[in-house]
Protein backbone atom coordinates (compact mmCIF):
# COMPACT_ATOMS: atom_id res chain seq x y z
CA UNK A 1 0.00 0.00 0.00
CA UNK A 2 2.27 2.43 0.82
CA UNK A 3 4.23 1.62 -2.48
CA UNK A 4 1.10 2.39 -4.28
CA UNK A 5 1.26 5.84 -2.29
CA UNK A 6 4.90 6.29 -3.10
CA UNK A 7 4.44 5.96 -6.91
CA UNK A 8 1.77 7.76 -7.08
CA UNK A 9 3.38 10.52 -5.12
CA UNK A 10 6.33 10.21 -7.34
CA UNK A 11 3.87 10.67 -10.39
CA UNK A 12 2.02 13.74 -9.10
CA UNK A 13 5.39 15.43 -8.06
CA UNK A 14 6.63 14.63 -11.64
CA UNK A 15 3.45 16.16 -13.48
CA UNK A 16 3.99 19.42 -10.75
CA UNK A 17 7.48 19.77 -12.00
CA UNK A 18 6.97 19.26 -15.81
CA UNK A 19 3.81 21.46 -15.69
CA UNK A 20 5.26 25.09 -15.82
CA UNK A 21 7.81 23.93 -18.78
CA UNK A 22 4.45 22.42 -20.49
CA UNK A 23 2.28 25.70 -20.03
CA UNK A 24 5.45 27.66 -21.41
CA UNK A 25 5.35 25.45 -24.20
CA UNK A 26 2.04 25.55 -24.64
CA UNK A 27 1.75 29.41 -24.77
CA UNK A 28 4.60 30.71 -26.07
CA UNK A 29 5.47 27.66 -28.76
CA UNK A 30 2.58 25.30 -29.45
CA UNK A 31 -0.71 28.45 -29.14
CA UNK A 32 1.05 30.94 -31.29
CA UNK A 33 1.77 28.47 -34.07
CA UNK A 34 -1.57 26.94 -34.16
CA UNK A 35 -2.94 30.72 -34.44
CA UNK A 36 -0.37 31.71 -37.11
CA UNK A 37 -1.73 28.48 -38.86
CA UNK A 38 -5.23 29.74 -38.97
CA UNK A 39 -4.97 33.25 -39.77
CA UNK A 40 -3.17 32.30 -42.70
CA UNK A 41 -6.44 30.99 -44.10
CA UNK A 42 -8.31 34.63 -43.63
CA UNK A 43 -8.35 37.83 -44.54
CA UNK A 44 -7.95 39.15 -41.09
CA UNK A 45 -6.52 43.28 -41.34
CA UNK A 46 -5.53 44.69 -37.99
CA UNK A 47 -9.12 46.67 -36.31
CA UNK A 48 -11.31 44.33 -38.75
CA UNK A 49 -12.39 41.69 -36.41
CA UNK A 50 -13.74 39.07 -36.77
CA UNK A 51 -11.65 37.13 -39.57
CA UNK A 52 -13.27 35.49 -42.56
CA UNK A 53 -12.17 32.08 -43.62
CA UNK A 54 -10.78 32.44 -47.33
CA UNK A 55 -8.96 29.17 -47.86
CA UNK A 56 -6.23 29.04 -50.24
CA UNK A 57 -6.71 32.87 -51.39
CA UNK A 58 -3.94 34.19 -49.33
CA UNK A 59 -1.71 31.47 -50.96
CA UNK A 60 -2.84 32.33 -54.36
CA UNK A 61 -2.17 36.05 -54.35
CA UNK A 62 1.35 35.19 -52.89
CA UNK A 63 2.34 33.56 -56.03
CA UNK A 64 1.22 36.26 -58.33
CA UNK A 65 2.53 38.57 -55.70
CA UNK A 66 5.73 39.98 -57.60
CA UNK A 67 7.14 41.67 -54.41
CA UNK A 68 7.00 37.86 -52.27
CA UNK A 69 8.84 36.44 -55.22
CA UNK A 70 11.50 38.91 -55.56
CA UNK A 71 11.99 38.49 -51.83
CA UNK A 72 11.96 34.39 -51.83
CA UNK A 73 14.90 34.81 -54.74
CA UNK A 74 16.54 37.15 -52.18
CA UNK A 75 15.92 35.22 -49.25
CA UNK A 76 17.29 31.85 -51.11
CA UNK A 77 20.43 33.82 -53.05
CA UNK A 78 21.35 35.23 -49.26
CA UNK A 79 21.59 31.54 -47.74
CA UNK A 80 23.44 30.67 -50.87
CA UNK A 81 26.58 32.55 -50.15
CA UNK A 82 25.73 33.29 -46.24
CA UNK A 83 26.01 29.56 -45.12
CA UNK A 84 28.32 27.54 -47.04
CA UNK A 85 30.73 30.54 -46.66
CA UNK A 86 30.56 31.09 -43.15
CA UNK A 87 30.96 27.31 -42.09
CA UNK A 88 34.27 26.67 -44.21
CA UNK A 89 35.26 30.50 -42.97
CA UNK A 90 34.41 29.08 -39.67
CA UNK A 91 36.19 25.92 -39.81
CA UNK A 92 39.35 27.49 -40.93
CA UNK A 93 39.55 30.25 -38.51
CA UNK A 94 38.94 26.94 -35.51
CA UNK A 95 42.20 24.87 -37.31
CA UNK A 96 44.45 27.83 -37.84
CA UNK A 97 43.07 28.79 -33.50
CA UNK A 98 43.68 25.48 -32.56
CA UNK A 99 47.32 25.43 -34.56
CA UNK A 100 48.91 27.91 -32.27
CA UNK A 101 50.28 27.98 -28.76
CA UNK A 102 49.45 31.05 -27.56
CA UNK A 103 47.07 33.93 -28.07
CA UNK A 104 43.99 31.62 -28.25
CA UNK A 105 41.84 33.15 -26.21
CA UNK A 106 42.41 36.65 -27.34
CA UNK A 107 41.58 35.08 -30.83
CA UNK A 108 38.67 33.41 -29.40
CA UNK A 109 37.67 36.33 -28.47
CA UNK A 110 38.09 38.79 -31.44
CA UNK A 111 36.14 36.57 -33.63
CA UNK A 112 33.39 35.69 -31.12
CA UNK A 113 32.60 39.69 -30.94
CA UNK A 114 30.67 40.03 -33.90
CA UNK A 115 28.46 37.06 -32.26
CA UNK A 116 27.47 39.12 -29.09
CA UNK A 117 27.80 42.62 -30.34
CA UNK A 118 24.16 44.85 -30.36
CA UNK A 119 23.06 44.60 -34.10
CA UNK A 120 22.09 48.63 -34.28
CA UNK A 121 25.42 49.52 -33.08
CA UNK A 122 27.00 46.60 -35.47
CA UNK A 123 24.62 48.25 -38.79
CA UNK A 124 25.82 51.62 -37.63
CA UNK A 125 29.15 50.73 -38.37
CA UNK A 126 28.51 49.60 -41.23
CA UNK A 127 26.92 52.09 -42.50
CA UNK A 128 29.51 54.44 -41.95
CA UNK A 129 32.07 51.74 -43.61
CA UNK A 130 30.56 51.30 -46.74
CA UNK A 131 29.40 54.71 -47.16
CA UNK A 132 29.80 55.89 -51.17
CA UNK A 133 32.13 58.85 -49.95
CA UNK A 134 33.33 59.13 -46.51
CA UNK A 135 33.57 55.67 -45.70
CA UNK A 136 37.17 53.83 -45.29
CA UNK A 137 36.29 50.63 -47.97
CA UNK A 138 35.46 53.09 -51.08
CA UNK A 139 38.76 55.50 -49.39
CA UNK A 140 41.03 52.50 -49.86
CA UNK A 141 39.80 51.76 -53.57
CA UNK A 142 40.06 55.13 -54.23
CA UNK A 143 43.45 55.37 -53.13
CA UNK A 144 44.30 51.66 -55.61
CA UNK A 145 42.47 53.69 -58.62
CA UNK A 146 39.16 52.28 -58.18
CA UNK A 147 36.21 53.67 -58.04
CA UNK A 148 33.99 51.99 -55.18
CA UNK A 149 30.56 51.66 -55.90
CA UNK A 150 27.64 52.75 -53.27
CA UNK A 151 27.44 49.20 -51.26
CA UNK A 152 24.12 49.77 -49.48
CA UNK A 153 22.04 52.14 -52.24
CA UNK A 154 23.22 50.32 -55.95
CA UNK A 155 21.18 47.10 -56.69
CA UNK A 156 23.74 45.46 -58.24
CA UNK A 157 25.45 45.38 -54.85
CA UNK A 158 23.00 45.77 -52.01
CA UNK A 159 22.66 42.09 -51.50
CA UNK A 160 26.31 41.12 -51.74
CA UNK A 161 27.28 43.81 -49.37
CA UNK A 162 24.64 42.56 -46.43
CA UNK A 163 26.03 38.71 -47.21
CA UNK A 164 29.30 40.01 -46.64
CA UNK A 165 27.96 41.28 -43.16
CA UNK A 166 25.98 38.25 -42.36
CA UNK A 167 29.00 36.28 -43.09
CA UNK A 168 31.26 38.68 -40.61
CA UNK A 169 28.62 37.83 -38.21
CA UNK A 170 27.99 34.07 -38.12
CA UNK A 171 31.78 33.04 -39.07
CA UNK A 172 32.77 33.70 -35.23
CA UNK A 173 29.86 31.52 -33.59
CA UNK A 174 30.81 28.94 -35.93
CA UNK A 175 34.32 28.65 -35.04
CA UNK A 176 33.71 28.13 -32.03
CA UNK A 177 31.06 25.23 -32.75
CA UNK A 178 33.93 23.75 -34.64
CA UNK A 179 36.71 24.37 -32.02
CA UNK A 180 34.01 22.81 -29.39
CA UNK A 181 34.23 19.65 -32.11
CA UNK A 182 38.02 19.55 -32.45
CA UNK A 183 38.76 19.38 -28.89
CA UNK A 184 36.18 16.07 -28.77
CA UNK A 185 39.09 14.43 -31.40
CA UNK A 186 42.24 12.63 -29.10
CA UNK A 187 45.35 13.98 -29.93
CA UNK A 188 46.09 10.20 -29.95
CA UNK A 189 44.61 9.64 -33.27
CA UNK A 190 46.30 12.19 -35.08
CA UNK A 191 49.67 11.23 -33.52
CA UNK A 192 48.91 7.56 -34.49
CA UNK A 193 48.22 9.13 -38.64
CA UNK A 194 51.71 10.50 -38.40
CA UNK A 195 53.16 7.02 -37.20
CA UNK A 196 51.43 5.22 -40.00
CA UNK A 197 52.81 8.11 -42.58
CA UNK A 198 50.16 10.63 -42.70
CA UNK A 199 53.03 13.56 -42.15
CA UNK A 200 51.56 16.47 -44.14
CA UNK A 201 48.74 18.30 -42.01
CA UNK A 202 46.61 17.81 -44.69
CA UNK A 203 46.40 13.94 -44.81
CA UNK A 204 45.59 14.23 -40.85
CA UNK A 205 42.66 16.63 -41.73
CA UNK A 206 41.82 14.64 -44.95
CA UNK A 207 42.01 10.96 -42.86
CA UNK A 208 41.31 12.01 -39.24
CA UNK A 209 39.96 15.15 -38.18
CA UNK A 210 37.49 15.87 -40.64
CA UNK A 211 35.56 12.59 -40.53
CA UNK A 212 35.68 12.54 -36.81
CA UNK A 213 34.37 16.39 -37.31
CA UNK A 214 30.87 14.57 -39.18
CA UNK A 215 28.24 15.25 -36.36
CA UNK A 216 29.89 18.84 -35.33
CA UNK A 217 29.29 19.73 -39.49
CA UNK A 218 25.95 18.76 -39.67
CA UNK A 219 24.73 20.41 -36.92
CA UNK A 220 26.95 23.74 -37.95
CA UNK A 221 25.44 23.13 -41.44
CA UNK A 222 21.66 23.26 -39.94
CA UNK A 223 22.14 26.09 -37.79
CA UNK A 224 23.75 28.45 -40.28
CA UNK A 225 21.24 27.29 -42.87
CA UNK A 226 18.38 28.72 -40.09
CA UNK A 227 20.64 31.88 -39.12
CA UNK A 228 20.96 33.02 -42.68
CA UNK A 229 17.15 32.33 -43.77
CA UNK A 230 15.78 34.22 -41.17
CA UNK A 231 17.76 37.52 -41.75
CA UNK A 232 16.17 40.50 -40.43
CA UNK A 233 17.96 42.91 -38.52
CA UNK A 234 20.51 44.32 -41.33
CA UNK A 235 18.14 44.39 -43.78
CA UNK A 236 15.28 46.42 -41.44
CA UNK A 237 18.22 49.10 -40.21
CA UNK A 238 20.23 49.03 -43.06
CA UNK A 239 18.26 49.17 -46.40
CA UNK A 240 14.31 48.79 -45.33
CA UNK A 241 14.39 46.33 -48.43
CA UNK A 242 15.75 48.76 -51.17
CA UNK A 243 16.60 49.75 -53.45
CA UNK A 244 13.58 48.74 -55.50
CA UNK A 245 13.58 45.58 -53.44
CA UNK A 246 16.49 44.43 -54.24
CA UNK A 247 17.48 43.47 -50.71
CA UNK A 248 14.45 42.58 -49.54
CA UNK A 249 13.65 39.36 -47.76
CA UNK A 250 11.11 37.09 -46.49
CA UNK A 251 11.12 38.06 -42.84
CA UNK A 252 11.26 41.57 -43.74
CA UNK A 253 8.04 41.07 -46.25
CA UNK A 254 6.34 39.55 -43.98
CA UNK A 255 7.44 42.10 -41.31
CA UNK A 256 5.82 44.79 -43.54
CA UNK A 257 2.46 43.02 -44.29
CA UNK A 258 1.71 42.59 -41.19
CA UNK A 259 2.97 46.08 -39.20
CA UNK A 260 2.83 48.33 -41.97
CA UNK A 261 -0.15 47.14 -44.32
CA UNK A 262 -1.68 44.99 -41.12
CA UNK A 263 -2.64 42.49 -43.10
CA UNK A 264 -2.09 39.77 -40.49
CA UNK A 265 -3.64 37.01 -42.16
CA UNK A 266 -1.32 37.89 -45.87
CA UNK A 267 1.62 37.92 -43.33
CA UNK A 268 0.89 34.78 -41.41
CA UNK A 269 0.55 32.94 -44.36
CA UNK A 270 3.75 34.04 -45.75
CA UNK A 271 4.91 33.12 -42.19
CA UNK A 272 4.08 29.16 -43.13
CA UNK A 273 5.66 29.27 -46.14
CA UNK A 274 8.48 30.58 -43.97
CA UNK A 275 8.50 27.61 -41.64
CA UNK A 276 7.94 25.09 -44.42
CA UNK A 277 11.35 25.96 -46.16
CA UNK A 278 12.95 26.21 -42.91
CA UNK A 279 11.89 22.92 -42.41
CA UNK A 280 12.50 21.58 -45.44
CA UNK A 281 15.72 23.10 -45.68
CA UNK A 282 16.93 20.99 -42.37
CA UNK A 283 15.07 17.86 -43.28
CA UNK A 284 17.11 17.85 -46.45
CA UNK A 285 20.76 19.07 -45.12
CA UNK A 286 19.67 16.34 -42.37
CA UNK A 287 19.20 13.26 -44.72
CA UNK A 288 21.35 14.17 -46.84
CA UNK A 289 24.53 14.89 -44.40
CA UNK A 290 23.72 11.99 -42.10
CA UNK A 291 24.87 9.44 -44.10
CA UNK A 292 28.05 11.23 -44.63
CA UNK A 293 28.37 11.51 -40.37
CA UNK A 294 31.00 9.04 -38.98
CA UNK A 295 29.86 9.02 -35.33
CA UNK A 296 33.09 7.51 -33.81
Do not use: C
Not at 132 to 147: D, K, Q, S
Amino acid sequence: MRDAQGRRGEALAAWLLTLPAGLAFLLLLLAPTLAAIALAFSDYELGNWPPHWIGFDNFREMWTDRGFRISLVNTLVYVAIVAPVSVAGGLALALLIESVTTGRTLFRAIFFLPVVSLTVAMAASWQYLLHPTIGPVNAMLRGLGIAGPAWLSSSDTVLLSLAAIGIWESVGFNMVLFMAGLTAIPRELREAASVDGATAAWDRFRLVTWPLLGPTTLFVVVISLIRSVRVFDTVAVLTRGGPNKASEVLLYTMYTEGFTFLRLGYSAAITLVFLVIVLGLMLVQTRLLDRRVHYG
